[in-house]
């Protein structure tokens, strides 16, 4: 017991450095599934669109990490206007944290081919610390913690249909940063911001090239970058790897069955850090996209 303690002691240590960076989980299959990161990407595609997506680090260690998110999209009849969902669920060890968000789209044809996405959004996050549950005992650990907040989110993207896009996004602006909301809460999600991109080249009859790349950036945290590749075989299944600039890769696949996309993704630290010597700090990642109507016509 006095060991579990101590790791869920070093685990919380741990955990606040992570909340107090203000920079929540990024997934390593955004250039397959880009909805969650900015919602005018849904645009991407004509029919009705559900992702889902999980991520499991440190899984040998009790309260490990864990992130989940949904995203759902579908046209408004036959407009150029999309409605749709975003959601997200974390749990890192007594913590739990996510959003919950719904937004409305509209596109504009700027040429023949190309094309202007603008999608906004609002809805709620929220937080809840179980600290006691750690110890009923240490002072440390007396205040739970049960916190949420309104927010709104932007997104803008550029794109040719089954060729490439650009975009970027203000996924989380928090009312309290605009002057609406509660000023008092002590966990304060900051106002993140991304660039997205990615493309297809083909590579011959039967194999694709598609390249992706996000950058992030919050106040008081590092820019975060990552750039992944995935070569496809007759537009069926993919194989590729990620980089980012935090020191972790990741191994990535990608199986087309009709209106089903299925991603895996297994995600490491290439540096010899302590807690990458202390836990097994890789991740394990799945993504499910299904696609209504005629189904996937091409890779984006």
């Known amino acids: 017991m006095k060991i579990k303690y101590i790791l869920a002691l070093a685990g919380f240590c741990f955990i606040q450095l992570k909340v107090n960076a203000q920079q929540t989980t990024n997934y390593s299959q955004y250039g397959s599934v880009v909805t969650p990161i900015n919602t005018a990407g849904s645009f991407l595609t004509k029919e009705a669109q559900i992702n889902v997506i ?4 440190w899984v040998d260690l009790e309260g490990a990490p864990t992130a989940y998110r949904l995203a759902a999209s ?41 094309y202007l996405a603008l999608s906004v959004g609002a809805g709620v996050s929220y937080y809840n610390g179980n600290f006691s549950q750690l110890s009923s005992t240490d002072p440390m ?17 550029y794109y040719r249909p089954d060729k490439f896009y650009a975009g970027i996004s203000l996924p989380r602006l928090t009312f309290s940063k605009i ?19 990615g493309a297809i080249f083909p590579l011959g009859a039967d194999f694709d090239l598609k390249p992706a790349t996000l950058i992030s ?29 935090e020191g972790e890769m990741a191994a990535l696949a990608s199986l087309f069955i009709k209106n089903l996309n299925i991603g895996l993704g297994y995600q490491f630290a290439t540096s010899n850090s302590a807690l990458s010597r202390t836990f097994n700090n890789n991740t394990y990642e799945f993504s499910l ?7 996937f016509g091409g890779l984006l």
């Open 54 to 57: 999980g991520r499991y680090q």
């Open 74 to 114: 579908m046209p408004l009849g036959k407009s150029d206007m999309r409605i749709g969902l975003n959601v997200k669920h974390e749990n890192v060890g007594v913590e739990k944290l996510g959003e919950a968000l719904a937004f409305v789209g509209k596109e504009v044809r700027l040429a023949d081919k190309d």
């Open 141 to 157: 650990f007396n205040n739970d913690l049960r916190e949420t907040e309104g927010m709104l989110s932007a997104s803008l993207m």
């Open 179 to 197: 002057g609406i909301g509660s000023t008092s809460l002590n966990y304060d999600v900051s106002t993140l911001y991304h660039f997205t991109a």
């Open 217 to 245: 950036y919050a106040k008081n945290v590092d820019l975060q970058g990552d750039l992944s590749a995935l070569i496809y075989l007759k537009k069926a299944f993919g194989l590729g790897a990620n980089v980012r600039t």
């Open 289 to 295: 996209t299904y696609r209504f109507g005629k189904g």
